[in-house]
């Protein structure tokens, strides 16, 4: 599965922002996607995860209430919206995807860049 995302650039603290992840090559019925974000020098770190069919989602405890992942199943789009932003969330925004039944994110979008000025 191809992913491209979309959507970053430069929001002041306290705003909003929605990345896009729009999917294609096959079904995504079979699968998890989730979003990931890289900041300077950091390692790269787990946000949220959505299963497609069903469409439970899952969030990194520090982003719970902010950050709300969804899915759009006739666009194949996932989106992140991010409220509340902060100078911390600055990072590149990575969307992903992995089959059910396999625990490693084997397709990886280019990233997007979301900074958060003070």
């Known amino acids: 599965v191809q992913l491209q995302a979309s959507g970053g650039g430069l929001v002041q603290a306290g705003g909003s922002l929605r990345l896009s992840c729009a999917a294609s090559?096959?079904?995504?019925?079979?699968?998890?996607m989730g979003w990931f974000r890289q900041a300077p020098g950091k390692e790269r770190e787990f946000v949220a995860s959505i299963r497609w069919t069903g469409g439970n989602t899952y969030y990194a405890n520090s982003l719970k209430g902010r950050f709300t992942i969804s899915r759009d199943n006739a666009k194949n789009t996932m989106y992140l919206q991010m409220n509340s932003l902060k100078p911390e969330d600055t990072a590149i925004y990575y969307c992903a995807a992995r089959a059910s039944g396999t625990f490693n994110y084997s397709s990886w979008g280019q990233g997007t860049q979301l900074t958060v000025s003070s």
């Open positions: 090559g096959r079904t995504l019925s079979s699968y998890t």
